[in-house]
């Protein structure tokens, strides 16, 4: 389809491994819960949740990058190889010098 590359193995190890992550906070919170009682009785929101939610916000913006989401799939315009061959300018239609 022409849409991703060698060059985005980078961005999909990332998502991976943040994914990784996401899931083993995930498994945390839904045995322990998002708040704990502190030193003082007063609940305290769990570091363990406030780390999912800034990794769940780096996956949604690697989703919208790959058009994983609903919205950013609206936008994905792919080209097919022959499409591609076809529309580029050839070298000697630029004028290079005077």
Not at 3 to 10: H, I, M, R, T
Not at 14 to 20: A, E, H, T
Not at 27 to 48: A, S, Y
């Amino acid at each position: 389809m022409g849409v991703s590359s060698e060059k985005d193995e980078g961005a999909l190890v990332r998502y991976c491994n943040l994914w990784d992550q996401y899931d083993l906070l995930t498994k945390n919170i839904n045995e322990l819960g998002t708040v704990f009682r502190g030193d003082d009785d007063n609940p305290k929101t769990r570091p363990e949740f406030l780390q999912w939610m800034k990794i769940s916000d780096a996956l949604l913006k690697i989703e919208r990058e790959f058009g994983l989401t609903p919205s950013a799939r609206t936008r994905i315009r792919t080209v097919g190889i022959e499409e591609k061959a076809d529309d580029r300018p050839s070298l000697s239609q630029f004028k290079i010098g005077n």
